[in-house]
Structure formats: C-alpha cells, structure tokens
Nanobody, 116 residues
Framework: QVQLVESGGGLVQPGGSLRLSCVVSGNIFSSASMGWYRQAPGKQRELVAGISRDGITNYADSVKGRFTISRDSAKNTVYLQMNSLKREDTGVYYC??????????WGQGTQVTVSS
C-alpha cells in the first residue's frame, strides 16, 4: 500500500523560509513523478512544483526563483524548499505521486501560514 506523509508546515513571517518533506512508503518512488500542490481557502488546488523520476523540475510562475523541489531516492523523500515566503503562499500543501500506469496517491496535507 502506498502512503505519502508530509511534514514541515507551520507559521512563518513574510520573507521567511520553510522546508516541506514528503516520505513515500510502498515500492513506487523510483518510478514516480512527484509534485507539491497547494490549496488556499476558497480556491482550487494548484500545482506548485513537480519533479520527474529523472529529476526534471517544473514550477508555477508564482513560485519560480523562490521554491525548489528535490528528491532523495535513498530516503524515498521529496522536499519543497520555500524561501522569500509571501502571504499569498498560505494554504494547505499536498504531496502527490504518480506512477505507471495512471496510478496516483495524495498525502494528507500540511498547513503553511505566512503572516506577521
């Protein structure tokens, strides 16, 4: 059974940093594309950053230059380093895994609040 467990969320001031982690259990990590999504209150869930199994990354325009997604195969973990956080980055951040064929899983989410 595949499980994704996120951690690292919290309250941070504007301009601050946080690092989110997502540990993946189940023998799928090496073949999975991973992504971080967020959902702000009253808004749809949106893709923030993604990383392929080969390490190719993509980012939403709103976070380019501030967020970095990475993966560690030895730890079955994907990270999201978030710098220069803004109030509009507030939301619940979800980890997502997609692997062959058309299989996917979500984590339970971790809250990120950017406020002074």
């Amino acid at each position: 059974q595949v499980q994704l467990v996120e951690s690292g969320g919290g309250l941070v001031q504007p301009g601050g940093s946080l690092r989110l982690s997502c540990v993946v259990s189940g023998n799928i990590f090496s073949s999975a594309s991973m992504g971080w999504y967020r959902q702000a209150p009253g808004k749809q869930r949106e893709l923030v950053a993604g990383i392929s199994r080969d390490g190719i990354t993509n980012y939403a325009d709103s976070v380019k230059g501030r967020f970095t997604i990475s993966r560690d195969s030895a730890k079955n973990t994907v990270y999201l380093q978030m710098n220069s956080l803004k109030r509009e980055d507030t939301g619940v951040y979800y980890c997502n895994a997609r692997w062959p064929w058309d299989s996917y899983a979500w984590g339970q989410g971790t809250q990120v609040t950017v406020s002074s």
